[in-house]
């Protein structure tokens, strides 16, 4: 199967959450399978990510957006735990603080982009500005933008507008060099609600917990629009969505591992030559080194 074609979507088409599976119909590998796969998936990455990083001329940005409870955090621990800390980042977007909404809204973002060379993890991204901001308007006021004083003037439009910058902003990074993964972990509400009350009844995952998420969960179709309504305008062929069923951990973690590593194979990645000056200094210094004194 191959899950990069199964699951992108470039929005030729209308993406209709509402119909799209949360979980594999008929999943033609067991878990044991899953796991092995997953486990040689993070042994082909951790060596991709070793030429990206002696390379230095691409980066990468992989990008979570879900509901609560979907699975973003496990997601990111095990599938990167074969990558070398110092060749990534992991950065989770919390609510804006003073300072960021005193800047444009991509301003805290662009800070957060890695640099060539690294992989970027945003675990929820600036696509919050066009979700949770659409879904309660009000939150734009904080931001004190131009005449918009009432929740009223934020509506269908300026959320078109904020897609549009995120199109360009993405398609901005690309070309500098970078490559842009963005995966929505489809989970269904009823799953959602079997993760929360175990997290509820499991002491040890008790912190996990926060009645904001119940709170948020009366939403649970106003989210459902306005993730259709996003992912659809920021979508392309170049820069796709990958909407992920999520229902089961371990599948959504190999189709998500499987991906990336198919799109980092896309990338022309090796490790640098030296040029003629460069390879007579190594043989001087090991000549140097086997005639060492003692």
Known sequence: MNFEKEYRYTGKHPLNL????????????DE????????????????????????????VLIIFQAMDAAGKDS??????????????????????????????????????VPARGKIGI?????????LVSRVHP??????????????????????????QDLRFF?????????????????????????RFIRRIEIPSHNWKFSAADVAERQYWNDYQRVYDQAISATASKTVPWYVIPA????YSRLC????????????????????DQAQAQLKRALNALDHEKH
């Open 170 to 194: 993405e398609h901005y990074l690309q070309r500098n060099g970078y490559l842009v993964l963005k995966f929505f972990l489809h989970m269904s509400k009823d799953e959602q609600k079997q």
């Open 247 to 250: 229902d089961s951990k371990w």
């Open 122 to 130: 945003f675990n929820r991204s600036y696509y919050e500005d066009v």
């Open 75 to 112: 997601m990111i621990a095990h599938i990167m735990s074969g990558i070398n800390p110092q060749g990534c980042d992991v950065t989770s977007f919390k609510q804006p603080s003073q300072q960021d909404l005193a800047h444009d809204y991509l301003w805290r973002i662009h800070q957060q």
């Open 138 to 163: 009000e939150l734009i006021l904080n931001a004190h933008i131009g005449a918009i004083t009432d929740k009223h003037q934020v509506g269908d439009e300026f959320f078109t507008q904020r897609c």
């Open 256 to 275: 998500v591992s499987e991906i990336i590593n198919q799109r980092l194979r896309e990338l022309p990645l090796a490790y640098p030559s030296l040029d």
């Open 32 to 59: 044991k399978r899953i796991k092995a796969r997953i486990a040689k998936n993070i042994k082909q990455l951790t060596e991709l990510q070793g030429k990206l990083y002696a390379q230095d001329r691409y980066g």
């Open 18 to 29: 509402t119909k799209r599976a949360t979980a594999p119909d008929k999943p033609d590998w």
